[in-house]
């Protein structure tokens, strides 16, 4: 088993306490890492590190030095894709096939936000006061909490530490202590690209003990999130206590909506696709289809018959299809979920059993008729491979039942109407809305949620200002002296 180290102003250290704690493969259910059990004190140190960074040689660099560290890195990610993908995989269990994706993509979000780096501008106001020459500049907020969650955890990392970076400010990074091995060993590229050290910090451990100091820590400015919307309210409360700036990405519960003007075919695969693409765990799954009643049961026939097909097993072979479920508390959740559902009377027509054969943690996919919109299946989210079937009348009706949730992460539309194709994006308070297509995202497009589902945008022109304040320069020119008791 290897032992990881984390990354303070530089070095590898271990714990203070000198703790660790295990990270399971979640394909075996054994330890197969040992990962330092970072508290309070590491947190003290890796912020320290993180301000004498921004304080030091990150803040005095031009923004163009910054922008091409950030594409170094970008390169020397792509360079060890490969690897990193392996280790994403065998630490959180989604598919090698996704993971190699998500890892061939992500130096993309370094490219883009490196290129950013140097357009940062501000403005010249023609103010409305004769002699006085007003201007603005974007300045980068100091040293930024990253707290992120296991179910892709190099990806989302990418999504704030982007951003964040290009825009001059610096790092603390709190992994989930479901998957912080690749963060670890992903370390070891910060120096070779070229950032000077304390502007990236890595601590690991549980969110009790190293994120609640971090948020709380007065030298932490921003606090960027991904995670559950109820751990997301307590990192908000957390952090409205110091008045930090705040980024939340949470959970949802997604429509996808398949009018009977569909294509069938691109229909069913983008439901099978949104809800059992990395076993459900996504925050975007489209866990609720809502299906018009004038084709529910073929449309429902054909859904089955595709899902059937799914093929579980090992998530680094490549012919699978749907991987184990990541942590054991989560597998638990989704088999309670999958009971709930059956007792408030919603038809089980596919799965709805664990599948012990492949493996600890595996939960067949499961498809559930006859849902209720006010059921709590219909309104929670599972976070895994369940999915809701929803009759619906009309458009109306649709975006009725669309809207009649706490969050506002995503949704899907699947039409054949363009004037549809317009008209009902319109109507939905989502964040994002896929039509035709379902689960995709870019590093030029914003993403985040409405409601419930969350605050600030990531990827896309929108993120790097939610790591920046505005500062307001105005200067006498007029070479006179004013009167001192009225305002000017
Ligand atoms: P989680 O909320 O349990 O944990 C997320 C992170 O917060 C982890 O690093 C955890 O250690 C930390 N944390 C936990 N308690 C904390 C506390 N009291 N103070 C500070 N930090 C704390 O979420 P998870 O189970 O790791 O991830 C699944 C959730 O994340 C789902 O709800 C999913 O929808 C959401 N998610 C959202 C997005 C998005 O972009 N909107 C993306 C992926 C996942």
């Not at 330092?36 to 921004?54: H, I, K, L, Y």
């Not at 201007?135 to 990392?157: C, D, F, M």
């Not at 991904?226 to 997604?254: F, M, N, P, W």
Request: with cysteine; charged share 20%.
């Amino acid at each position: 088993m290897n032992k990881y180290q984390m990354l303070i102003g530089g070095a590898r250290v271990d714990a203070a306490s000198g703790e660790c704690f295990e990270s399971l493969n979640p394909f075996t259910a054994k330890p197969w890492a040992l990962i330092p059990r970072a508290g309070a004190e590491d947190v003290n140190r890796a912020v320290a590190a993180a301000r004498a960074a921004f304080q030091g040689e990150w803040r005095k660099m031009t923004a163009t030095a910054r922008g091409a560290i950030l594409r170094r890195f970008a390169d020397l990610i792509a360079a060890d894709a490969a690897r990193l993908a392996e280790i994403e995989s065998t630490d959180n269990g989604k598919l090698l096939a996704e993971m190699r994706g998500q890892l061939n993509y992500i130096p993309q979000w370094f490219h883009y936000f490196g290129g950013l780096a140097d357009k940062i501008e501000g403005r010249v106001i023609p103010i409305d006061k004769p002699g006085v020459f007003n201007y603005t500049r974007q300045e980068p907020l100091g040293v930024v909490a990253a707290i992120t969650p296991w179910n892709s955890p190099l990806l989302l990392a990418a999504w704030k530490l982007a951003p964040a970076l290009a825009a001059g400010n610096t790092i603390v990074w709190k992994p989930s202590e479901h998957s912080s091995v690749s963060a670890l060993v992903l370390a070891e590229l910060f120096e070779k690209a070229g950032f000077p050290p304390g502007v990236v910090n890595i601590v690991t451990g549980f969110g009790g003990e190293v994120g609640e100091p971090l948020i709380t820590h007065p030298d932490v400015a921003m606090v960027a999130f991904t995670g559950g919307d109820g751990t997301g309210q307590h990192v908000y409360e957390l952090a409205a206590r110091g008045i930090k700036h705040v980024t939340l990405e949470l959970g949802g519960k997604s429509a996808n909506i398949v009018f009977d003007d569909a294509d069938m075919d691109a229909a069913v695969n983008g439901v099978v696709s949104g809800i059992f693409a990395a076993t459900g765990q996504t925050c975007i799954a489209g866990s609720r289809a809502l299906v018009q009643r004038s084709i529910h049961d073929v449309f429902v026939e054909r859904l089955l018959a595709l899902a059937k097909t799914a093929k579980m097993g090992n998530p680094l072979e490549a012919t699978t299809q749907v991987g184990p479920v990541t942590t054991h508390p989560q597998y638990q959740k989704v088999l309670e979920y999958i009971s709930i559902a059956k007792g408030e009377g919603a038809a089980c027509r596919l799965g709805g059993r664990a599948a012990t054969e492949q493996g600890p943690w595996f939960v067949e996919p499961t498809i559930f008729t006859g849902v209720a919109p006010d059921m709590r299946i219909a309104r929670e989210e599972v976070f895994g491979p369940v999915l809701s079937v929803i009759p619906f009348d009309d458009e109306d009706d649709a975006v009725r039942i669309a809207n009649n949730s706490i969050y506002g992460l995503a949704a899907g539309v699947w039409t054949q109407s363009i004037q549809r194709a317009i008209r009902v994006p319109e109507r939905l308070e989502v964040g994002t809305v896929w039509v035709n297509t379902y689960r995709a995202v870019s590093y030029m497009s914003p993403f985040g949620g409405y409601k419930r589902s969350g605050i600030g945008r990531e990827s896309g022109q929108d993120a790097i200002g939610e790591y920046l304040q505005t500062k307001s320069v105005w200067i006498d020119v007029s070479g006179t002296t004013r009167n001192p008791f009225v305002m000017g």
